[in-house]
């Protein structure tokens, strides 16, 4: 480094050298690298799209044969050599989201949730779906499938007491929906950044702003009437990427460019995760995008109209792992539904209900579900804490994990701390519930939206799109297009395999300490802060809109009239209301 200042010292003809026949290398195995994805994706495709699960499993209940088909499945995790699995634990069943990726997030590598599960030896199950839902199938049947896999799995160990539910984003949603329904089922229910009130404090998160700027739901019945009746996931996917440009244009290649020799197994790993989004029946997103971005009906708020069931009527203790670090489901949104339903702490103990939760103090929204660093640390401890949960009396706790150092080790204690419903609501203070009036406002305007896209769109366009044009316009979808481009039947890519394959035999790394890595360095963190500033720019400025937009209209209806703080202790059930 510079003496005279922050910067990396100025580099020598010689240290230039270095540099460009090493950064040479690197862009070419790069290439070869995003080769072998796109590679990996079109296998994928081609052998089904199975689950991106990096453990063995059997299928013991197929959806598509239940009387009402979906594409839904259980699936026994299998233990590996020198893993015993304890029969009297409770089992343990987990359950991916339909956020338009693949199924598998759960446990697309070692470090996860179900090998966390696995290293606690208890019976390990998995609720995995499949690429293309059933014809005609819907939430309800979804729901009513998963009934059926845990009505298998209690039955399957009765010494051992009710199963324990994990759940993932939009499962978490939907999970607590079917315990309302079916309270007896689950012995305990994990939830990890599940949006629960998802009008609540969006911070810097724009996504629910800008489905109100949008207009509502029509958006979502568009792409399913240009799908053919089925909603294409990668309209999701990409805009998740959207929204965090930084990590998804910038920083994600960047970090595979700087530590090629190491980073590519757990890129592709995690690449054919995320690139393989999956497909929704129109009822299906339309129920989600209704229920959960517009109409936040699992949660609604006095005057949402809905037709409502009493979440007081879950049983089971409740725990929620969130983050500050997530701003997709900040721990306002993830939170704020328990002053909902229990608006002191003496409900909360009168009804005997037992509620913890976890906050992890930086990881993203992605990371609380595949980082192996949050596996290895909240996930197993919250496993290993299974039964000191269950016997925990009713009332809020905050799971607190201490980390113990003695020298290289690290020991991990945890320790229940009660929480009043003060400091639960402490969480809602940024942005109030003010705004759950304007979100009133957007859901009325979806209604009114949606409408007319029904009378005068769909009719004709539904007609006009053939299964063979849904199918083209899904490949070509740009989300695909930016991987598949570099695929090995791209005859311009003739060449690339051949020459990665000697650029690794005569590989020529830079020494770490030549100056142009620190300039590279430098270079990348000014790109990944303009980026950055950028989204934030653009979330800041899609949210002044959504506020100035539905706050004036809110003034030509009763919605500034309703009582935002006081949302009603209910959930709407799984069935589509349109």
Excluded at 223 to 231: E, H, T
Excluded at 530 to 549: M, N, P, V
Excluded at 550 to 574: C, I
Aim: proline share 7%; net charge negative; charged share 25%.
């Amino acid at each position: 480094m510079n003496p005279r200042s922050n910067l990396p010292a100025p580099p020598t003809a010689g240290d230039w050298l270095e540099y460009l026949q090493d950064a040479s290398e690197r862009s070419l195995l790069l290439w070869d690298t995003l080769r072998q994805r796109a590679d990996t994706l079109l296998a994928h495709e081609q052998a089904g799209s199975p689950p991106l699960l990096d453990f063995d499993y059997e299928i013991l209940m197929d959806g598509a044969g239940l009387d009402t088909p979906v594409n839904y499945s259980l699936l026994r995790i299998l233990p590996g050599e020198n893993q015993p699995i304890d029969e009297t634990l409770a089992p343990v069943i987990l359950i991916d989201p339909r956020g338009g990726h693949g199924p598998g997030i759960a446990g697309f590598q070692q470090d996860s949730q179900i090998g966390e599960s696995l290293r606690a030896g208890h019976p390990t199950y998995f609720i995995a779906f499949g690429y293309s839902p059933a014809p005609g199938q819907t939430l309800t049947d979804a729901a009513m499938a998963q009934i059926r896999f845990i009505e298998l799995v209690t039955a399957r160990h009765p010494k051992a007491g009710k199963p324990v539910i994990i759940a993932n984003c939009q499962a978490g949603w939907a999970l607590m929906g079917l315990a309302c329904a079916r309270p007896e089922l689950p012995g305990l229910i994990i939830l990890n950044g599940s949006p629960l009130t998802y009008r609540v404090g969006k911070g810097r998160s724009s996504m629910s702003y800008t489905s109100g700027l949008l207009g509502g739901n029509w958006i979502t019945q568009l792409g399913s009437d240009l799908g053919n009746g089925r909603f294409d996931g990668a309209w999701m996917v990409n805009n998740y990427e959207n929204h965090n440009p930084s990590e998804a244009f910038w920083t994600k290649p960047y970090r595979l460019f700087a530590n090629i020799d190491s980073e590519t197994t757990r890129f592709l790993d995690a690449e054919r995760w995320w690139g393989s989004p999956s497909l929704f029946n129109a009822r299906e997103i339309d129920a989600i995008f209704d229920g959960l971005f517009i109409g936040n009906r699992l949660i609604g708020t006095e005057g949402s109209g809905a037709d409502l069931l009493d979440l007081r009527a879950i049983e089971a203790p409740i725990v929620v792992f969130c983050s500050d670090g997530d701003t997709i489901t900040p721990p306002r949104q993830a939170l704020g539904w328990i002053g909902d339903l229990y608006p002191d702490d003496r409900a909360l103990q009168t009804a005997g209900r037992t509620i913890v939760y976890l906050k992890h103090g930086s990881i993203d929204h992605l990371g609380i579900f595949v980082s192996g660093k949050v596996a290895r640390r909240e996930h197993r401890q919250l496993i290993r804490s299974i039964d000191d949960i269950k016997a925990l009396p009713p009332g809020r706790f905050e799971l607190i994990i201490e980390d113990i150092r003695a020298g290289d080790a690290v020991e991990r204690r945890v320790r229940f701390e009660a929480r009043s419903i003060a400091d639960i609501l402490a969480v809602d203070t940024q942005d109030g519930r003010d705004e759950e009036r304007e979100f009133i406002a957007a859901d009325r305007v979806s209604e009114l939206t949606s409408h007319l896209y029904g009378s005068m769109v769909r009719p004709w366009l539904s007609r006009a799109i053939s299964e063979p044009m849904a199918e083209t316009l899904r490949q070509t979808h740009p989300f695909r297009l930016r991987r598949r481009v570099w695929a090995s039947h791209n005859p311009f890519l003739w060449w690339l395999p051949a020459a990665a394959e000697q650029t690794r035999r005569t590989r020529h790394p830079a020494r770490p300490d030549n100056p142009l890595l620190a300039w590279q360095e430098l270079t990348s963190r000014n790109i990944a802060n303009a980026l950055d500033s950028w989204g934030e720019i653009r979330s800041a400025g899609d949210k002044l809109a959504f506020h100035a937009f539905y706050d004036y209209l809110s003034m030509f209806n009763d919605t500034r009239s309703t009582p935002a703080t006081k949302s009603s202790p209910t959930a709407k059930g799984h069935d589509e209301t349109r």
